[in-house]
């Protein structure tokens, strides 16, 4: 639940809200991620009019408004201002009505005044509400960045996913997030990971306890959020097991809806995890750029076997 509130608490010194009248509707939901400006609505055309939207008044409004009578004026405010409607946030720092102060108080609808344009407004508080409501996961792991790839490491509880992490970080690359990992959907076609505020630039290492990366490594092996390209997950060698030596058979996991390419690293003693999951990064870098080691490599074999039959027919046709 998404409430007046929490957005003006989060976003007021960015947009420069200062709140005017209606206070006692913070507790208001806002619904949908949109935004828009009244403009022909206040003239009494309201077909296709939303109401559950933020409401954005800008000069155009309000020079509109203060040319008409006070009845009308009130009247006009009245059809706009639904009882769905979240916020009206007045731009420019124009000063609001006093019919709309008047109706913002008597139906507890938050009015704000901001120093922006309209237009500025707009584009940023859709912004900002588009990552408030797109789609999103908690998942257990722990993000870190690797030659620009995002990779989200998963396994059993100690299986050793901060401790490869904490390895990473030794050679130069960045946490996002260690054993919590907040997923979310951006744009409908990426995934992007971060970790709780609470938790920001922690790690967990049994045996030592909390440690915190950004004092111990510096700033740069830190980062807030990154995109998620491969999802690998660490898990005990199991002889019984087959693991793939080629890689011809690529997998995927879904997250929200999105494939996303997905390995299984055994772990056991002798094996380097920390340079594996280099290399998995590095290798899908390669194949972002259009190489694919175990495709070339499985078409050279093709071309031997058949080299190889080839010459077997022609020596049995001509012996």
Not at 121 to 145: A, M
Request: charged content about 25%; hydrophobic content about 40%; glycine content about 8%.
């Amino acid at each position: 639940m998404y409430l007046v509130q929490h957005f003006y608490e989060a976003h007021a010194r960015y947009l420069g809200l200062e709140l005017v009248a209606g206070k006692s509707g913070l507790s208001r939901r806002i619904n949908k991620a949109e935004v828009h400006r009244p403009g022909l609505s206040l003239t009494g055309y309201l077909k296709g009019f939303v109401g559950a939207r933020i409401l954005v008044f800008g000069k155009q409004e309000i020079e509109y408004l203060r040319e008409l009578e006070s009845k009308i004026r009130a009247e006009r405010l009245k059809a706009v201002l639904t009882p769905s409607t979240p916020a009206v946030i007045i731009a420019r720092g124009f000063r609001p009505p006093k019919e709309l102060i008047v109706l913002c108080d008597k139906n507890k609808i938050p009015l704000f005044r901001a120093t922006s344009t309209a237009t500025n407004l707009l584009s940023r508080i859709t912004f900002l509400l588009l990552e408030e409501f797109c789609p999103s996961v908690t998942l257990h792991g722990t993000l870190v960045e690797m030659f620009g790839v995002g990779v989200l490491i998963q396994g059993e509880s100690s299986v050793g996913k901060s401790e490869a992490a904490l390895g990473l970080i030794e050679r130069g690359h960045r946490l996002i997030s260690d054993d919590v990992v907040r997923v979310k959907k951006k744009e409908g076609s990426y995934l992007a990971g971060s970790g709780p505020e609470l938790t920001r630039h922690l790690m967990e290492i049994r045996g030592i306890g909390i440690i915190n990366v950004a004092h111990l490594y510096g700033a740069v092996c830190v980062r807030p959020d990154k995109g998620i390209d491969i999802v690998v997950k660490l898990e005990e060698w199991d002889d019984q097991h087959f693991y793939d030596r080629v890689g011809l058979d690529e997998k995927f996991i879904d997250i929200l809806g999105i494939s996303v390419p997905y390995h299984v690293l055994p772990v056991k003693p002798g094996r380097d995890v920390v340079l594996l999951l280099e290399t998995i990064a590095l290798n899908h870098r390669l194949k972002d750029m259009g190489y694919n080691s175990a495709k070339e490599f499985n078409a050279k074999l093709l071309e031997t076997i058949a080299r190889r039959q080839k010459k077997k027919v022609i020596h049995e046709t001509h012996p």
